[in-house]
């Protein structure tokens, strides 16, 4: 999504129209362009005009892992035009110095982080959400469209027929027959289910390039839908508390982007997965009742037990283990709500204090483990093809 925003406003501030684009990635989107299907996000955007990508693996030093170059060229082969600018995550862009090119219109909170976003509600008797409400222009309109995004891609990647998902990991799409077999349960094991199948619908509508909500990024889409879907169609929730409980997700989450980052290229998955788990531990925690301090707790407890998770996409496809860490993220998301439920809400490190180590755990981690394709499982399946393609064939 980044790379294909900065597409756009590249070619709108060309003064003339060229004769051809090239468009080189850099760091992480060249290990994971193929993968992510940022290379054909880019023809499909700059068409009509030849578009040439280049894969950078070796430049460095880079202003960001997820950094793209873009180079307009006339007939003649002048360059007319050239622009450096970085995707941080969530469709959000960054020029070379780091500076964010930012939406039009930015909300201004009252507050730098949750801890006072929480002084500022305590003070005025007002909910996490209600915060939100006096700050965001037209937010339940805006809410609206967010929600049925959501829960479109939910039933969508329920009722997919589709059988493999694109690429060349063959991977099945598996949201449909979890969902059927999942409401054939009962009790608990039912609910579990549900929200497993709920949360690879959407991670696989992603992985299959249809459209999704970052929330907070493409690869951990699928944790924050499953969670309030499920309390909708399952618990029967209204959808006015819906709507409040994704105001309160998205406060937790724009208190990350704000503080830290949401973008697996520089801090790993637990700067998405954990964040989205995060986010939806929130949501869960009020829509069953939690005051100020338990909210704040349930998204603590969600983030610090996704510290030091590791990027490490096989192939570069937003596949494996993604789709099934989006699953496992909506069932602890869950699982930290109703526990922060058992207390009352104390507890020695603070929401903004994790956030805080997960930014500083991201930044030390080694880049192979940091979306780049070249670690953990990723590696380990390269090494497994090699052995495979040097195994003598059977006579």
Not at 120 to 139: F, G, K, N, S, V
């Amino acid at each position: 999504m980044g790379p294909q925003r900065a597409a756009r406003l590249f070619r709108a501030s060309l003064t003339a129209p060229p004769a051809r684009i090239r468009a080189t990635l850099f760091g992480s989107l060249a290990a994971t362009g193929r993968g992510h299907g940022t290379d054909r996000t880019l023809v499909r955007t700059l068409a009509p005009v030849p578009v040439e990508i280049v894969f950078d693996l070796a430049a460095t030093p880079l202003p960001h892992p997820n950094t793209l170059k873009f180079e307009a060229f006339d007939a003649a082969n002048h360059r007319t035009g050239k622009w450096t600018v970085c995707s941080v995550g969530g469709g959000n862009l960054a020029d070379a110095a780091g500076h964010p090119l930012a939406p039009p219109e930015t909300a201004e909170y009252p507050a730098a982080n949750v801890a006072e976003a929480t002084d500022c509600c305590r003070a005025h008797y007002m909910a996490y959400w209600q915060l939100a409400e006096t700050i965001e222009r037209d937010l339940w309109p805006r809410l609206g469209e967010i929600w049925k995004a959501m829960a479109d891609a939910i039933r969508r990647g329920l009722e997919s027929e589709q059988i493999l998902l694109p690429g060349t990991l063959e991977l099945a799409r598996r949201a449909g027959t979890t969902w059927q077999r999942a409401k054939k349960l009962k009790g608990t094991r039912r609910d579990l289910g549900l929200v497993a199948a709920y949360a690879l619908a959407t991670a696989e509508e992603n992985a299959a390039g249809m459209q999704v909500v970052t929330a907070p990024s493409c690869g951990a889409a699928g944790v924050l839908p499953a969670v309030l879907y499920y309390f909708k169609t399952v618990r029967r929730v209204p959808l006015r508390r819906i709507l409040e409980a994704l105001a309160t997700a998205g406060l937790f989450g724009s208190s990350i982007r704000a503080n830290a980052t949401v973008s697996g290229a520089e801090a790993g998955c637990q700067a998405e997965i954990g964040s989205a788990c995060s986010m939806a531990a929130a949501a869960a925690a009020q829509l069953i009742g939690g005051s100020l301090n338990q909210i704040e707790y349930a998204a603590e407890m969600a983030m610090e037990h996704n510290l030091g998770l590791t990027c490490d996409p096989i192939e570069g496809y937003v596949q494996i283990p993604c789709i099934e860490r989006n699953m496992n993220a909506a069932l602890r998301a869950i699982e930290c709500a109703g526990f922060a439920l058992l207390t009352d809400g104390r507890h020695l490190i603070s929401f903004d204090d994790v956030i805080e180590a997960m930014n500083r755990t991201g930044r030390d981690l080694q880049a192979a483990y940091r979306e780049t394709a070249a670690g953990g499982l990723a590696r380990l399946w390269r090494r497994d093809i090699e052995r495979r393609l040097r195994k003598p064939a059977a006579p």
